[in-house]
């Protein structure tokens, strides 16, 4: 179990561009994927979980991998954020 | 190049326009291979640069009343020079009678002269529209054609993947088969339509089956001859490393006779219900034409609770500081 606190960089929020990025990202990997934002946790590889936490700009979400590729995985999904998903 | 023969024309149109042929029925075989319709009034009265002869050469009452008051010399030179140039045939409207000079010039050079009981200006639209569609740009493709909910959604995808047995779901489910494994598409102002080669009846071919007739299976309302292509729907196996869409803010389109159709990357993996997915396709195309697009709207929302949630951050930490 690997654990990332982050915080969402770009100004637009995770909306559906970001979102639909970031889900196909985290399908590339073999490990279990969650974000928790709050008291919610979401599977971080279905569209309609990560929209609905509608992570707005400067948020704070926990990424939360399980499995044979979960640094990797955090590690890529770390870099997404903070290239604001190619916005701003 | 397309064309049309006389004789064809002829029997196509015959009712619709009210048609009679003046000169000998051997002069038939000439054929027409332009869609257009040209009204000859300068070459009538002697100019003859860039003359489209390879067209349809209509003569309304103004026409005939200008050869009727020609000399018999001018008429004779005039008429010879023209029908000298190969043109496919004379149309002339509202039953007119022609110069009997100019009947016999055209058996002589072997032009048709047609005759309709329509008034100039209807034949004319009448017959550009025929024309139109005739020679209209055509193209065979390998899928199915269905109507859904009246969306016509072209079922494509490599053979075996499954387009007849979606189909027949569809058909099942009260919707209508155009045609199966071979669609001719048709170019018709601007709007594409589809169709079968063949006008033999709806046969469709099921792996393990053999040839049915969907028709006397399922029933008149099981089928249409032709209809509009809304969609195109493009059946594959499912792959791990594909992008598929997952929120439909993106459109795809495939080109087909240089229109842009929107097309939808659908994969098909056992036990997934396609034809289900095929009509939420068509009910969705339905709802984005009436100006409603589920992910737009779904998108906006999202947007408002972020931005509200944005601003209440900026203000608790402008408290806070203060």
């Given amino acids: 179990m690997f654990r990332k606190k982050i915080t969402v960089q770009n100004r637009l929020g995770l909306h559906a561009r970001p979102s639909s990025l970031l889900v196909k990202l985290a399908n590339k990997f073999r490990s279990d994927f969650h974000i928790r934002k709050e008291d919610m946790t979401i599977n971080g590889k279905s569209i309609m979980g990560v929209m609905m936490l509608a992570a707005e700009y400067q948020s704070e979400i926990e990424l939360i991998a399980d499995g044979v590729d979960e640094d990797y995985l955090i590690e890529e999904v770390e870099k997404l954020f903070a290239e604001k998903f190619g916005e701003d | ?322």
């Fill in chain 2, 1 to 322: 190049m397309k064309e049309l023969s006389i004789k064809h024309f002829f029997d196509l149109c015959r009712q619709r326009f009210v048609l009679s042929i003046v000169t000998d029925p051997g002069s038939m075989d000439k054929k027409i291979i332009e869609p257009h319709i040209h009204r000859p009034g300068l070459a009538l009265s002697g100019f003859f640069d860039r003359f489209p002869y390879q067209r349809i050469q209509l003569l309304g009452e103004t026409e005939i009343n200008y050869l009727q008051t020609l000399q018999d010399d001018i008429l004779y030179d005039r008429l010879n020079e023209m029908m000298s140039m190969n043109i496919p045939c004379f149309m002339v409207s509202k039953g007119l009678s022609v110069p009997s000079q100019m009947e016999f010039i055209a058996n002589e050079k072997n032009v048709p002269i047609i005759v309709s009981r329509l008034a100039t200006e209807k034949l004319y639209w009448q017959l550009s529209r025929f024309m139109r569609d005739y020679f209209a740009p055509e193209q065979s493709l390998h899928g199915t054609l269905v109507e859904v909910f009246g969306v016509g959604i072209l079922l494509a995808g490599r053979s075996g993947i499954g387009k007849s047995e979606c189909a027949l779901e569809l058909v099942e489910r009260k919707h209508r088969l155009i045609t199966d494994d071979i669609v001719k598409l048709k170019l018709q102002e601007d709007k594409l339509y589809g169709m079968a080669t063949k006008d033999i009846g709806h046969f469709m071919e099921i792996r393990g089956v053999g040839i049915i007739d969907v028709e006397r299976m399922f029933g008149i309302e099981a089928i249409r001859k032709e209809c509009k292509i809304d969609i195109q729907v493009e059946l594959m196996p499912w792959r791990e490393n594909m992008d598929y869409e997952r929120i439909g803010l993106t459109n795809q389109h495939t080109e087909l006779l240089g229109i842009n159709i929107p097309t939808i990357y659908l994969p098909i993996s056992p036990g997934k219900n396609v034809s289900v997915i095929i009509e939420v396709i068509a009910m969705n195309h339905i709802l984005k034409t009436y100006g409603y697009d589920g992910a737009e709207a779904m998108q906006r929302k999202l947007a408002e609770e972020m931005q509200q949630k944005t601003r209440m951050r900026t203000i608790s930490g402008n408290l806070q500081e203060n």
